[in-house]
């Protein structure tokens, strides 16, 4: 029985859809999940043929239970994630266990800010930055040292989906955000904010060829948070563009010295030249991949799978439309009573799929993170970014949170 073992996964979005596109390849899937609620919504996940809670933070665990599936008789063929902080550990357990081509260390360096940033120290496409040690320097010389560079973006080292991410306008939000941070982590990041607009760019790398399958130009809304709540997709670019986006990509991706594996960079257009904001080693979570699909007709996550059991990745497009995702927010904190507006918006034209996250007597908030957002209207259209766009917004008027407040 050839196995694919996932570990871990949203309930939906990119990670579910991997699972899915595994079955639909006609392979065994099973999670390793360490959320107990999945074990008791079981029903909801029809396409995990097998299902274990297991301690993710524990190896040992981990390949206890992957003898377990050996000794049933499984072959299993790829051992992966798609899942921020798990991508490393599934990639390296997968060595152990199976043939694979994956390029692991690259893997490490990404899913580290730090590592991240010291790798690329120098190179034209990474902003200024500066590591906080409290063993090394004093909070207070430090921050004398950064005023001079503000605005600063201040972050977590491992944060994920904007979580832990802030603005310092001046010393004394810089210093109250540093010491926010530290009552958290044993390091802070400093980051150059950088002005000019946003993109994520999904990248496959198979054989050292570097294929960029994706460019999406990001909307950005700052809450108390920096949070994306727009994303459009630009099936055209112009030959300038498109070979300055590749030449940035293939500069990064060759110090990572990656040659096998998949990636998204959120990079920004600063006076003609592109900086790094962030890698992933992984394709974005959320919409992403049905984006890429409604866009494209290519499904990123199967492609993917396909290249870390190593076959040959299909990234041909069949189409090429305009896709927008526009994400829902609240405007305040209270538990969901009910929500309106659903089947009213998935029947407005040009709509390709409406997903509303809460589910009733849920809390919902303000977002100060990505994954505080409360669901997306997907539309696409065939003349232009402005239309999908204002498709998907209209038709997301529709949706209306009714709220008791706590």
Not at 83 to 88: A, F, K, L, R
Not at 120 to 143: A, M, Q, V
Not at 279 to 291: E, Q, V, Y
Request: glycine letters at 6%; a positive charge; proline letters at 4%.
């Amino acid at each position: 029985m050839r196995t694919i073992v996932f570990i871990e996964t949203s309930k939906h979005g990119s990670s579910r859809e991997a699972i899915k596109a595994a079955e639909r390849l006609g392979y065994f899937t099973v999670l390793f999940t360490n959320k107990q609620r999945f074990i008791q919504q079981r029903t909801e996940f029809p396409d995990v043929h097998q299902m274990i809670l297991v301690d993710l933070s524990s190896k040992e665990e981990i390949r206890k239970n992957l003898n377990q599936l050996l000794k049933q008789g499984k072959q299993i063929i790829g051992i992966m994630s798609f899942v921020h902080s798990y991508v490393h550990l599934a990639a390296t357990i997968s060595e152990e266990y199976c043939s694979t081509v994956i390029s692991t260390d690259a893997i490490a360096k990404m899913e580290n800010k730090v590592l991240t940033r010291e790798l690329l120290k120098g190179h034209p496409n990474s902003p200024y930055y500066e590591l906080y040690n409290p063993n090394r320097f004093s909070l207070d010389y430090f921050i004398n040292v950064g005023k001079d560079y503000l605005p600063l973006i201040v972050k977590n080292p491992t944060s994920a989906g904007s979580k832990d991410v802030m603005l310092a306008n001046n010393e004394e939000q810089l210093k109250l955000a540093m010491q926010d941070l530290l009552k958290k982590n044993e390091q802070v990041l400093l980051e150059e904010y950088l002005k000019g607009p946003q993109y994520l760019i999904e990248v496959l790398v198979h054989n050292g060829k570097v294929h960029i399958v994706a460019v999406i130009e990001q909307e950005i809304t700052h809450f108390q948070r920096f949070i994306i709540t727009g994303y459009s997709l630009l099936p055209k670019l112009n030959q300038r563009m498109n070979q300055s986006i590749y030449k940035a990509v293939s500069s990064i991706l060759q110090a990572f010295q990656m040659r096998n594996g998949a990636c998204h960079l959120e990079m920004r257009l600063v006076n003609g030249v592109w900086k790094l904001i962030e890698i992933n080693p992984r394709i974005s979570g959320g919409a992403m991949n049905r984006i890429i699909e409604v866009g494209y007709g290519i499904n990123l996550v199967e492609e993917t799978i396909q290249l870390m059991l190593g076959n040959v990745p299909n990234l041909t497009r069949k189409h090429s439309k305009y896709v927008y995702a526009h994400y829902l927010t609240v405007d305040s904190k209270g538990k969901v009573n009910r929500i309106t507006g659903k089947e009213v918006t998935s029947e407005y034209p040009g709509v390709e799929e409406v997903y509303i996250k809460p589910r009733k007597g849920q809390i919902v908030r303000p977002p100060i993170s990505m994954g505080d957002r409360c669901g997306y209207i997907l539309a696409s259209s065939d003349k232009n970014k402005s239309e999908a766009e204002r498709i998907a917004v209209q038709a997301a008027s529709n949706i209306e949170f009714f709220l008791d407040p706590l």
